[in-house]
């Protein structure tokens, strides 16, 4: 991606005042560039961060559904990503074999496995525990970066004594709360016993079908939070909506999916015998993580 002829260049030996710095930073947003042709141009990010108003790069946490999506996401410059399986239920537990392939694929990307036995709601059955705590187990084996759980009461707080036992059995590990936090009665209680069990951060959307709508509460998620957890808003966050979410909310990582669909190779197909849920519009076609669509999150 490039400017149109005529922009993207400074003056030689030019001092950018802070206006002129603002003025430039505008003109690089409106053209969508990404932080990669954004640091071509080393004598502004230094004027810019001399002035306090180029902040440090967005941290983009990329929802995977694959270890070819978790690829696709190393290769368009996240930070992380979040690796499910069942991404229609909302994300489970992503098989040994999965992770293990993202590992053998990927060299700088940080991990991070959900642990989600099933689909539905988040009120677990002991059985279920155990499967939890089981597949915590795989993920320290593994070495991956951390791990991803959620847990409620039936009146729907956050159970806190099952909540310090799967952060207490991912010793080391990085413990995310996901959207579980969308569906608790109480977002500031839960948020005092989610920083008070040890998680590191929440994803959430504010407690709406999208981030975008969240804003209000994210923002004071955001707040109260401060430096004692990061608040990641997530759930509809795009690459046309994520300024206005960064901006509004103080929020400095994200999370998305930026997939597109893929074709099947298949050639030979019977379209009237479908394998799996009416949720999947076709058994000819998925959908992955695309490197393009990821870079796009890292505009300044």
């Given amino acids: 991606m490039f400017l149109p002829e005529g922009r993207g260049k400074l003056p030689q030996g030019s001092v950018l005042n802070t206006e002129a710095c603002r003025r430039r930073i505008h003109r690089i947003y409106l053209f969508g560039l990404t932080s ?19 902040m440090s790069k967005r941290i983009i946490e990329i929802c995977a559904n694959s270890a070819q ?23 489970t537990t992503p098989s040994y ?4 392939t993202t590992q053998e694929l990927t060299s700088n990307i940080d991990i991070n496995i959900i642990v989600r036995p099933r689909g539905g709601d988040f009120l677990y059955t002991e059985a279920e525990v155990r499967s939890m705590l089981h597949d915590i187990e795989m993920a320290k084996e593994l070495g991956v970066h951390g791990v991803v759980v959620g847990c409620l009461t039936a009146d729907g707080d956050i159970d806190v004594a099952l909540l310090k036992r799967l952060v207490e059995a991912a010793g080391t590990l990085s413990v995310t709360f996901h959207r579980a936090f969308d569906v608790c009665r109480d977002p500031f209680a839960a948020l005092e016993q989610i920083i008070e069990a040890g998680c590191d951060r929440i994803l959430t959307s504010g407690q709406e079908d999208n981030a975008e709508k969240g804003i209000p509460l994210l923002s004071r998620l955001v707040e109260k939070a401060g430096d004692r957890i990061i608040i990641m808003p997530g759930c509809g966050v795009r690459e046309n909506n994520i300024a206005k979410i960064e901006a509004e909310t103080g929020a400095k990582e994200f999370h998305t999916s930026a997939r597109s669909i893929v074709q099947s190779r298949m050639i030979y197909r019977k379209d009237n015998v479908p394998m799996g849920s009416s949720a999947v519009s076709s058994e000819f076609e998925t959908v992955e993580t695309d490197r393009s669509k990821v870079a796009l999150y890292t505009t300044i």
């Fill in 69 to 91: 999506s978790c690829v696709e996401a190393e290769a368009g410059g996240a930070t992380r990503v979040e690796l499910c399986a069942a991404i229609p239920e909302g994300g």
């Fill in 36 to 54: 990669k042709c954004l640091f071509q141009h080393p004598d502004l990010v230094v004027s810019l961060q001399k002035k306090n108003i180029l």
């Fill in 97 to 100: 074999g999965e992770i293990k």
